[in-house]
């Protein structure tokens, strides 16, 4: 075995992010390498069966070339719908991100949760799932938004994108029956990386629930210790093959991570 073989953290663009930067602070020991399907890009309108047979695809080619100890999903849309698939067909560990739900209710004081998510996400038998069996007494209010993940890249590539626009998003999820929402669910992991712009867009405040730590401790729990910090930066691979623009570049290095060298940055699919 490879004494270098790292951990892989699997997005349809750059929300993962969110949860690479907690694995990345809980175990400088490990070697970290991030993949985006960004030729994909959104998951959220993607039909079911088409997203599956993608992800389980993509993630195959990454395995193969990439050869990591353990595979991230750090994608709810993906998790919710290709998790099974993927565990099936290999035999390394998969951490899925899902919608979290259950911490959401546990914590509500007002039990009016609102899980704001990918249109796909909320449509899932898996997330009705999460509903029925940890939401008892709670009202939970599902919101599919089709644009803000990619309003959260256009972002993070430096672009303006104003209030308004974010707010409109996320007016679903504030409901006020007399008891108002006071929890919300990040449950796409693109969200998280515009919490500021999300909480000074809310109407009233909210608890946000962004579940990247939680993945990051079950991850890190799935592998031994190492020892010295990698001390590297993270390299990423996207399946478009472009060339991250400047102002991506910096934003990616906030998060350590710099794009692979041109002539390996496009994993084979
Ligand atoms: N980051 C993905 C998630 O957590 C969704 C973004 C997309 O629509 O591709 O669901």
Not at 23 to 46: S, V
Not at 113 to 138: H, M, N
Not at 157 to 180: L, M, N, Q, T
Request: charged content about 20%.
């Amino acid at each position: 075995m490879r004494p270098d073989r790292g951990v892989l953290v699997f997005d349809s663009g750059l929300g993962g992010l969110t949860v690479l930067r907690e694995l990345a602070q809980l175990r400088p020991d490990l070697r970290l390498i991030y993949a985006a399907d960004d030729a994909a890009f959104p998951y959220g309108q993607w039909d079911d069966d088409a997203l599956a047979e993608r992800v389980v695809g993509v993630v195959a080619g990454l395995i193969e070339r990439l050869d990591p100890l353990l595979v991230v999903i750090a994608c709810n849309t993906a998790s919710t719908m290709a998790l099974p698939a993927l565990r099936a067909r290999f035999s390394i560990p998969f951490v899925g991100t899902v919608p979290a739900i259950k911490p959401a209710c546990e914590r509500s004081v007002s039990k009016r949760v609102s899980v704001l998510a990918t249109p796909g996400t909320v449509k899932r038998d898996y997330t009705q799932g999460l509903i029925r069996e940890f939401a008892a007494g709670c009202n939970v209010t599902l919101v599919g938004s089709e644009k803000l993940a990619s309003l959260a890249e256009a972002i993070l590539r430096g672009e303006a994108v104003e209030d308004a626009a974010i707010a409109s998003k996320i007016e679903p999820c504030f409901v006020d029956d007399g008891s108002r929402t006071d929890t919300v669910v990040l449950a796409c992991t693109h969200y998280p990386l515009i919490l500021d712009r999300l909480v000074k867009a809310a109407p009233w405040p909210v608890n946000w629930i962004d579940p990247a730590a939680a993945i990051a401790r079950r991850a890190s729990s799935l592998i031994a210790e190492r020892g010295e910090a990698t001390g590297l930066p993270i390299e990423a691979y996207f399946t478009s093959g472009k060339r991250p623009q400047p102002a991506l570049v910096q934003s990616l290095c906030q998060f350590n991570v710099v794009a692979a060298q041109a002539e390996t940055a496009k994993p084979p699919v």
